[in-house]
């Protein structure tokens, strides 16, 4: 795969270098002045933005006061600008959003669809579970718009509508960020029912970099106008819950984990995305004066294409030392319990593997067992059967107690939380097919030496 160059802004893909197919991109990127950077394609290229708007159209829902009016928290308002998975923690805050602003779901405009996640849309197939208005990806938008339109007042039957006052509201944020007229933006229908706005490319990079740029200003002087807070507070509610901006092993999520902060990605469908990046040594660099903005539109919509043109600008820019390593590093990946019940999720990189020689470890299976070290945020499981039990282990090497999980069903252990270390845990690397070597051993003095050639797998 070759990537595009000023003179080639095209993404082509070959086999022995005969060209398969040429994906033409369009990009740009622009510092918060609105200098532009570089280009590729056409940046004047009218282009929906699908969800790539959401910040903005967060925005004008903050403006209304509905946060504080209904106690929304960061973490609710990062899945106001989400496109989520549809996992638990995303529908169960979706849920208390319509809870705190007294909307019921059968008020959501969005309607359901299949989850993005595929494990979980397998999942609800063999379930014949019929997903409804709050499993919808854009559900954390709607249950936003709900509340807006109700801070200002308004009636809730229609929020969806671009006559609604909630949608005035937001029509005239898009057009404020970007800095256009009335005219010169169009408004088409999404996927999920809400008006999304159609501007040049340009101007969408102009927006993330004044998300970015309001976040280095709340950083510096929290003195700042109201509108560079609420825009600031969006930027930081993103980067800092990615998990509720997108989902397990989702782009935008290993993006902004990769990121640590610094970062704001959001995908629009149809192959649109937005990035805003905060001020550094490295923008500076550029000739940037304060954060920069990017967007990205690919011409025919592939969203692989997408993902892989976003990290080489990217890669190019060199923002971090390399971009594409540092995002493959936040890669998820899943395993089960050894009768399905139980799946395991990775949502980063364990801080630490290790090959346990504690008793209760080699009890499971061998002469000793890997483990991943990782925080409560840093793995999901999913367990639609309820079929994990716990139970408190007071007879330890450490001899503190350890809290361990197991699937009941088939009693594969799954992880276990010292009480030493509150907040970590021992995730079973056995559950997944990839184990990397261990960097470590613990509880040497409780290894077994084996007489004889014995082969073992953790």
Not at 191 to 202: H, I, K, R, S
Request: proline share 4%; hydrophobic share 40%.
């Amino acid at each position: 795969m070759t990537i595009p160059s000023r003179d080639d802004s095209y993404v082509v893909i070959d086999r022995n270098g005969i060209v398969e197919n040429k994906h033409l991109v369009h990009a740009v990127v622009v510092d918060s002045t609105g200098q532009l950077l570089l280009s590729l394609g056409d940046p004047s290229r009218i282009t929906l933005l699908r969800s790539a708007a959401k910040p903005a159209q967060a925005l004008a829902v903050v403006e209304t006061g509905a946060l504080e009016q209904f106690g929304f928290d960061d973490v609710d308002l990062a899945l106001m600008c989400a496109s989520h998975s549809s996992e638990e923690r995303h529908v169960a805050r979706a849920q208390q959003m319509l809870a705190k602003s007294q909307h019921v779901e059968d008020q959501l405009r969005c309607g359901g669809h299949p989850s993005i996640n595929l494990a979980i849309a397998r999942e609800w197939i063999k379930r014949g579970f019929e997903p409804t208005g709050v499993y919808n990806n854009c559900s954390g938008k709607h249950a936003g718009m709900l509340a807006g339109a109700k801070a200002i007042a308004a009636t809730s039957d229609d929020y969806h509508l671009l006559t609604h006052p909630i949608q005035t509201r937001v029509r005239q944020v898009v057009e404020e960020l970007a800095g256009l007229d009335e005219q010169d933006v169009r408004w088409g229908l999404d996927g999920c029912n809400m008006p999304a706005p159609a501007l040049p490319l340009f101007h969408l990079a102009k927006i993330y970099a004044s998300f970015a740029q309001a976040s280095d200003a709340l950083a510096s002087d929290n003195s700042t106008a109201k509108r560079v807070q609420h825009m600031g507070r969006i930027f930081n509610a993103m980067s800092r819950n990615p998990e509720m901006v997108g989902g397990v092993g989702r782009f935008d999520t290993l993006l902004m984990r990769a990121f640590n902060g610094a970062i704001i990605g959001k995908v629009g469908a149809d192959g649109c995305y937005g990035i805003g990046l905060r001020a550094s040594k490295r923008t500076e660099s550029l000739g940037a004066v304060g954060a920069i903005g990017i967007a990205v539109k690919i011409e025919d919509g592939n969203l692989d294409i997408l993902y892989a043109a976003v990290a080489e600008i990217l890669e190019q820019l060199k923002p971090i030392s390399s971009v594409v390593n540092a995002i493959l590093a936040m890669s998820s990946y899943s395993g089960t319990c050894n009768c399905g019940s139980i799946t395991v999720t990775l949502n980063a990189a364990p801080s630490a593997t290790l090959a346990c020689h504690c008793s209760n470890c080699r009890r499971s299976g061998g002469p000793f067992s890997i483990n991943y070290l990782l925080e409560e945020k840093d793995f999901t499981v999913s367990d639609p059967k309820s079929s994990a039990k716990q139970y408190l282990d007071s007879n330890t090497a450490s001899k503190a107690s350890v809290t361990r999980t197991f699937c009941q069903t088939c009693g594969s252990p799954l992880f276990s939380q010292p009480e030493k270390l509150p907040g970590k845990y021992f995730v079973k690397a056995s559950l997944f097919d990839e184990i990397p070597s261990a960097r470590s051993d613990i509880f040497l003095e409780r290894k077994i030496h084996w007489e004889g050639d014995v082969e073992v797998s953790a």
